[in-house]
């Protein structure tokens, strides 16, 4: 029987999720997409879908799966794992899938919080902030699939539900503790908002929302809520609770992330000397077999060190491609591209794997055939390596990164903390 049940709307913030449960001292298997056959004994499975940018009603519908099976599997709570920066397409999703989860469970007032303040994530008067700066001035703004222009989440979350009434818990009540949370979700709901979003400045913030909800059938948020939930099921960190089996094979990166933390990775590895080939869509467009190239450049490279193969572009880069191809179109080019990439390197030995992008590690775990990844121990905030066996047996060690995350080495420092944990 598992204990908490998760619903993740991409794959790098499932994984975002499970590693902030296994910090806390929780055994996390993630699965792609809702199991179709048993899964290890554990404290939380975070099934990960690809929906965020699905149409409506197919989130709607997978969402809604994946809760099924969670409730099946004895989850007492529901937690729907949303982007730390809100992302999502001016119709939903998150909305319309909140609403159809609340149905499900029955739930009567839901906390909305996506903040995550580790990684510079608040909120403050219903507004997000990335760092020191509201969503709609971060880069968020220039995203290829889910551009963020508005700060104020009880508008933006409104404008998503169809049902629902959405209020905002301020900082001034957040701050009085878990009793004053849930004081003014009862009064909000009494006045007929059962969709609450949460001011949520500061790790306190997030133990004392936690406790609140502890009894809550439904959570909405970022991952960052998760780090109240493992201590109050009487649960520690842990190592053992991380433990991966040994790594082995090459080593390799694929980036389709344009977000300026990718950039920025992929700039310092390759003045670092690393080697790297650059996806160009334009060229995929044309029908040149660019993964074929990208495999065989990668070829005599592959060893110890990582290679580097990336679509990541800055913005005039990127809406020059999009202009040409269509937003959509030049996403799933390059995201298919980055896949059989991706598939061909694990072909070719590697064994240890860095995708950045969610998108990006959608379509290439997918390509994969991974169904079932156990996490370990954390990299950078928001991402940790994880472990998955491949339909022939064979073992492959995972970093799924979400675009915004890590710090500008992590293309190699990941790497290193890997080789030291299997030495260790
Ligand atoms: P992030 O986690 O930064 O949001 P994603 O992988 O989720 O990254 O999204 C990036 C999207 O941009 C993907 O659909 C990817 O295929 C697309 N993309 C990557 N490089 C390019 C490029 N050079 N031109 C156009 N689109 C690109």
């Given at each position: 029987m598992i204990d908490l049940g998760c619903i993740a709307d991409d794959f790098t913030g499932a994984t975002d999720l499970a590693n902030n449960l296994v910090r806390g001292g929780m055994r996390v298997i993630q699965t792609i997409g809702v199991p179709d056959g048993p899964v290890p004994d554990v404290d939380a499975v975070v099934v990960a879908l690809k929906s965020r940018t699905a149409p409506v009603d197919e989130?709607?519908?997978?969402s809604l799966a994946a809760a099924r099976w969670l409730r099946a599997q004895g989850a007492q709570q529901l937690y729907f794992k949303v982007c730390s920066t809100f992302d999502s397409t001016p119709r939903g999703n998150i909305g319309p899938v909140t609403e159809a989860l609340m149905e499900l469970t029955g739930a009567e007032f839901v906390p909305v919080t996506p903040a995550f303040p580790e990684t510079g994530r608040t909120v403050y008067h219903g507004h997000l902030f990335v760092g020191d700066v509201l969503l709609s001035d971060s880069s968020m703004r220039h995203h290829p699939l889910t551009p963020m222009t508005d700060a104020n989440l009880v508008r933006v979350m409104q404008a998503q539900c169809a049902r629902e009434r959405v209020g905002l818990i301020p900082q001034a009540v957040v701050a009085r503790g878990a009793w004053a949370i849930t004081t003014r979700a009862a009064a909000l709901q009494a006045a007929g908002m059962r969709i609450g979003i949460v001011d949520t400045v500061d790790d306190t913030a997030l133990h004392l929302l936690a406790e609140a909800a502890r009894d809550l059938p439904?959570?909405?948020?970022?991952?960052?809520?998760?780090?109240?939930?493992?201590?109050?099921?009487?649960l520690s960190p842990n190592a053992a609770s991380a433990a991966l089996p040994p790594a082995r094979g090459s080593a390799a990166v694929v980036s389709g992330s344009c977000s300026s933390a990718s950039q920025a990775q992929v700039a310092a590895f390759l003045s670092a000397d690393?080697?790297?080939?650059?996806?160009?869509?334009?060229?995929?467009?044309?029908g040149h077999d660019v993964a074929g190239e990208a495999l065989a450049w990668a070829a005599p490279r592959l060893g110890a060190a990582p290679v580097l193969v990336y679509a990541t572009a800055e913005p005039a880069a990127v809406q020059r491609v999009q202009a040409q191809l269509g937003v959509e179109q030049a996403g799933a080019l390059v995201e298919q591209t980055l896949a059989r990439i991706a598939q061909?390197?694990?072909a070719q030995g590697v064994g240890r794997l860095v995708v950045a992008g969610g998108e990006t590690s959608g379509a290439c775990v997918q390509a994969l055939g991974v169904r079932q990844m156990r996490i370990g121990r954390q990299i950078d905030p928001g991402v940790p390596w994880c472990h998955s066996t491949l339909a022939d047996g064979s073992g492959l060690h995972l970093a799924?990164?979400?675009?915004n995350f890590g710090g500008v080495d992590f293309f190699t420092r990941a790497f290193t903390l890997l080789d030291a944990q299997a030495v260790a």
């Open positions: 989130a709607v519908s997978q439904l959570v909405v948020a970022g991952s960052g809520l998760a780090i109240g939930l493992p201590a109050l099921r009487g690393g080697s790297g080939f650059a996806v160009d869509p334009l060229r995929v467009a044309q061909g390197l694990v799924l990164k979400s675009g």
